[in-house]
């Protein structure tokens, strides 16, 4: 199997974050990342390439150019208005209540957002202390998301010259994660939503399309180029299985009908506010999104029941997903040390995910991208991708 990888994504390295109220060390390190790579590395069935460039411009169907633009330009700023050098953190949030006999104060957030400090500006276009703004962030964060676009354009090119009936996957080692990304937040170590940009250029893109907008290495140049709107192009379901809910990739398409979003994730924990089955969209996109919350004491069995029945259930047999995006956590882990499932305790479980994915929903043939989020059991990272890439392909 393909796997997308870059070494751009390791320089993003904060030093530290907020977490039950003091300092700790970052646990969304570069050393995950590079323990699924040498694990994946070490055998002869994975090539790892790395990742084109497909611009900014599918980055802002997803993500508004305010808030890119602060993505960019906020360590800079922070570092010339005297900001410690570990990197840019909140530490004053637009909360309602704060708002609330202002008119929800638009005026105050106008200001911050035309020529607020950056401290302001930090508050707005943060929810937490867990998402440092470094030097390097900008970068890693465009190129952990061009990563997954690589991966859906090999996906794209596999399945266009596959004989039917055999499993067609890539996986995207991305770093920095993207599922608490909203449209102008970050949030939970994630800058840029990778799987909802992917789901939303799968959306727009025929293969044709795709091909045009590559440019061969990453540039770093950020050309932008015009998206018009268009029909939609395929149906795409995400399935959401990194321990905690997805609240960026949920609110992203809140209110539509394609993307299909179901989350499977433990309750009640980060990110505290999101994720009730009552979720259930809006709008023409009511009934698009479907969140499994489960407890925190959910075993081996319970789990793969729980998958099982949302990927066998009437609304994803109903969609008939053209291709399935797999935003691929790894904390449900019991091991892990900020998250994990307490008697989810079997690596088999993950080879099951991976066979459910490739047998969900009917039998119809349909290609999946596995996109790298959480998990920060180091050790076991490897075991764990290994376990979900093979019951996929349906290898011992
Ligand atoms: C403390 C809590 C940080 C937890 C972030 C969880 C990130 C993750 N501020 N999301 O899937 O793994
Ligand atoms: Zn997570």
Redesign the pocket.
């Known amino acids: 199997m393909e796997v997308i990888y870059s070494e751009e994504c390791l320089k993003h390295a904060p030093k530290y974050?907020?977490?039950?109220g003091s300092a700790k060390p970052y646990?969304?390190s570069p050393q995950r990342l590079t323990a699924i790579k040498n694990h994946l590395a070490s055998t002869d069935r994975y090539a790892i390439l790395p990742p084109a460039d497909y611009t900014l411009a599918p980055i802002l169907r997803v993500h508004t150019s305010e808030f890119v633009e602060y993505l960019q330009t906020a360590y800079n700023k922070w570092v010339e208005q005297g900001g410690d050098s570990q990197g840019v953190l909140p530490e004053c949030f637009p909360h309602p209540k704060l708002l609330a006999e202002l008119g929800g104060a638009k005026a105050w957030i106008e200001t911050a957002k035309r020529d607020g400090n950056v401290l302001a500006k930090a508050g707005l276009y943060c929810f937490?202390?867990?998402t440092t703004i470094t030097g390097d962030t900008w970068n890693a964060a465009y190129i952990s998301c061009q990563a997954a676009l690589t991966g859906v354009h090999r996906l794209l090119q596999l399945d266009a010259s596959s004989s039917a009936n055999k499993p067609v996957g890539v996986y995207a080692l991305c770093r920095p994660?993207g599922?608490?990304a909203g449209e102008d937040v970050c949030g939970?170590?994630?800058y840029i939503n990778n799987v909802a940009v992917s789901a939303q250029f799968l959306i727009d893109y025929e293969l044709e399309q795709v091909e045009s907008l590559r440019i061969k290495d990453v540039s770093l140049a950020h050309p932008v180029v015009e998206v018009e709107k268009r029909t939609p192009k395929r149906k795409v379901l995400i399935l959401d299985l990194?321990?905690?809910h997805?609240n960026g990739t949920q609110s992203i398409f809140y209110t539509k009908s394609n993307p299909l979003y179901i989350s499977l994730h433990g309750t009640p924990d980060?990110?505290w506010f999101t994720g009730a089955s009552h979720e259930r969209g809006s709008g023409e996109g009511e009934g698009y999104n479907i969140n499994i919350p489960l407890s925190k004491s959910t075993t081996d069995a319970e789990y793969l029941s729980a998958l099982h029945d949302v990927l066998d259930g009437e609304t994803a047999l109903a969609f008939n997903a053209d291709v399935v995006l797999v935003s691929l956590?790894l904390?449900t882990w019991h091991m892990d040390p900020?998250?994990g499932f307490q008697r989810l305790k079997s690596l088999e479980t993950y080879w099951r995910m991976g066979e459910m994915i490739r047998t969900c929903a009917g039998t119809k043939h349909r290609p999946v991208l596995f996109v790298q989020?959480?998990?920060?059991w180091i050790g076991q990272l490897g075991d764990m991708v290994e376990n979900v890439l093979d019951g996929f392909l349906g290898r011992e």
């Not at 974050?17 to 039950?20: A, G, H, P, V, Y």
Request: glycine content about 18%; charged content about 20%.
């Open positions: 974050e907020i977490l039950s646990f969304e937490d202390m867990s994660p599922h608490h939970g170590y994630c990194d321990y905690h997805g980060y990110p956590g904390d900020i998250a989020e959480g998990g920060y």
